[in-house]
Structure formats: structure tokens, C-alpha cells
């Protein structure tokens, strides 16, 4: 545990250091942009470029930005998906990045995804008890009885019939393979999941559906979580605390009352003003960003937000500005909140 609190002790916007199912710290992601008759390396894409959070055991961390700005690429990195560039993650106290091929394998029982498109995350030539069964014929992990057995459980926890298992993906809705993705999921017993944008891709009506099963597993199985998502409404549904990104950086992170109650960033706020109002009798202020999110491979001198800000100061140009602690467990990187 010395290495868990000497590393949450570190990270910008730690509200939750005293019980950490996930800790990353300083995560970087950058991509070779290659040109030439020889493919050299001319430049970088800064997809993530030194993230730092941690998420409470048995809660839910909604992440959220633009399309663009490195929320996918961060959740796969953390996984170990995607090769890191630097940093280090910990999960329940284990070192993710240092583990070899051989440990590295054990630990994926500890830790899945649910991937956005349904359709596209599962084999369409496999029989769904085939899909749901393929972690644990990987890992070995019981007879075929048993795992017969584990299948059918799987199956009934997001509300599928144990007869689907000898249906094929493409007899089934989109909510109904999103389901069979969470019982594949599921059927490892993992600690962590990261959910990237699970719920973008189906009905609003189904949305709920599957939500609603995200909460109760959550409460039933004690899973904590990474929920991805550009969807403001959601992300207030689901999350215990919030943290938003924008151009491969954290510039606010906090609890969800926090984060949608008193946002401090103008990011935050632009995004949260852009969010429909179900009362058409009350105004919100509007604040329109200016242009699109910059490439990542040549962003921004200092606050990498200023070239779109409607507060922008001279030392926005200039200077980064530091991650502060607004409120208690609220921290925000803008230069407002330092005046």
C-alpha cells in the first residue's frame, strides 16, 4: 500500500485518496506522426498528455469533453489497450504498466470494457453463450458445466433469457447486444470497468434500460467505474464525480453537484450551457466557444483552452496555469479561479 499513497498523495484532483480502486498519475499518450519516403517521425499527436485521477472503490468517475479531446484513447490506455508513452496506473495497488504478457493476462480478470457500438463489439459468427464464455475459456476458469452454469447467471443479471445463449448477434436490438456485452463483461467478475459511450449509439429509451443495469450491478457486485461519455444528461445520472477534458488534459475535475452546480472553468460551463433546458420559461446565459478544438498535434502555447476562451487574459497566452482546489475536492486549472 506504500506505493498506492505514495502515489494518490501526487495526483491533482485526488478527492478520493482514501480509498482508490484506480489510481493514474502523470498518463501520457502521444502517437508518432510519420512522413517521408522513409516514414520518419516528423511530429506527435498529444492525444493524452499528462492525466492524473484516481476513482473511490465501488464508484463511478463520468468523463467528459468534445470529440477529439483523448476521453477513448485515455480509457484504452488505462486498460493497457493502447501501449502508454508514460505514467503509471494503479489498479487495487498493482502496477498495470509494469506487469509482463504472463501477469499482465492475470490481471484482465480485474478489469473490462463495454465498448460503444454493440453490433461491432461482438463476433457475429459466435453463438452468444459462445461471446459471453470467451474470458473464461481464455483464463481457464472452470468445467464446461460450470461455465454453462456462469453463462446462464450472466445472461439473467442484464435481463436476457437463458435461451439467447444459442442466438447469433444479429437476431438481437442494439440494447440487447449492449447487454450481452456487459454479461461478457461480467462473466470474469472484474473490479473495474471502463464504459465508453455505452449508451450513445441506442434509443433513448433503451438508454435508461441499460443505465439502469449499469446502477444496479454497480450496487450489486461493488464495481467502480470510467464512464466516457459526451452526454451531460447521462454522465449527471450515473456519476458520482465528474471529471472534464479538453485537448488530451484534465481542467476541472470535482463531485457531480460540484461540477454541474458551481462550475468553475469555462470549458465546463460553456459545455453545461449548451446542455437543452426541459423548462422553457428559464434563460440560461450561453457562452458561445469561438472555432473548434485545435490539433492536438500542434496545441496551444500555456492554457490550451485560450484560442477559444470568451475570458481570455494575456497570461492565459503565456503561462499554464496551475490545478487548484477551488472547494474541498474540487479542483480546477484556469486562471480565473487564481485571481
Known amino acids: ?14 478527492m478520493m485518496r482514501e480509498n482508490p480502486m484506480l489510481v493514474v498519475e502523470n498518463l501520457v499518450k502521444h502517437y508518432p506522426v510519420q512522413a517521408g519516403l522513409f516514414y ?11 492525466v492524473s485521477f484516481a476513482i473511490e ?9 468534445e470529440s477529439g479531446c483523448g476521453k477513448t484513447t485515455l480509457g484504452r490506455t488505462i486498460l493497457k489497450l493502447t501501449p502508454p508513452t508514460s505514467g503509471q496506473v494503479l489498479l487495487d495497488g498493482t502496477p498495470v504498466f509494469a ?25 457475429p459468427r459466435m453463438q452468444v453463450g459462445s461471446i459471453v464464455a470467451e ?3 481464455a483464463h481457464n476458469i472452470g468445467t464446461k458445466n460450470e ?4 453463462i446462464t447467471k450472466m445472461l439473467e443479471m442484464v435481463g436476457l433469457h ?10 438481437f436490438s442494439g440494447g440487447q447486444c449492449q447487454r450481452i456485452g456487459i454479461a461478457r463483461a ?22 435508461s434500460q441499460i443505465l439502469n443495469i449499469l446502477k444496479d450491478l454497480q450496487d450489486e457486485l461493488g464495481l467502480t467505474y470510467l464512464f466516457i461519455s459526451h452526454d451531460l444528461g447521462v454522465v449527471e445520472h450515473i456519476s458520482d464525480h465528474v471529471a472534464v477534458m479538453y485537448l488530451g488534459k484534465i481542467v476541472e475535475i470535482g463531485s457531480r453537484d460540484e461540477i454541474f452546480n458551481n462550475p468553475q472553468h469555462p470549458y465546463t460551463q460553456s459545455l453545461l450551457a449548451a446542455v437543452p433546458n426541459p423548462t422553457p420559461s428559464i434563460r440560461k446565459k450561453r457562452i458561445v466557444l469561438q472555432g473548434d478544438i485545435p490539433s492536438p498535434v500542434n496545441p496551444p502555447s500555456a492554457c490550451r483552452f485560450h484560442p477559444r476562451c470568451p475570458f481570455v487574459m494575456d497570461h492565459c497566452r503565456t503561462q499554464v496555469p496551475a490545478t487548484i482546489e477551488v472547494t474541498p475536492g474540487h479542483w480546477v486549472a484556469c486562471w480565473m479561479s487564481q485571481k
Open 99 to 123: 506487469r509482463n504478457n504472463k501477469g499482465l493476462k492475470t490481471l484482465r480478470r480485474d478489469m473490462q470494457i463495454i465498448f460503444q457500438d454493440p453490433y461491432a463489439s461482438l463476433n
Open 57 to 65: 472503490k465501488g464508484k463511478t468517475l463520468g468523463l467528459v469533453g
Open 1 to 14: 500500500m506504500e506505493a498506492i499513497d505514495s502515489i494518490s498523495g501526487q495526483v491533482n484532483g485526488n
Open 147 to 150: 461455465q454453462q452454469q456462469i
Open 40 to 50: 520518419k517521425v516528423k511530429d506527435w499527436v498529444k492525444a493524452v498528455d499528462g
Open 186 to 207: 461480467l462473466a470474469l467478475h472484474p473490479k473495474f470497468m471502463v464504459l465508453d459511450e455505452p449508451v450513445s449509439a441506442l434509443d433513448v429509451s433503451i438508454q
Open 162 to 171: 437463458p435461451s439467447h445463449a444459442k442466438r447469433y448477434p444479429h437476431q
Open 135 to 137: 474470458g473464461l475459456k
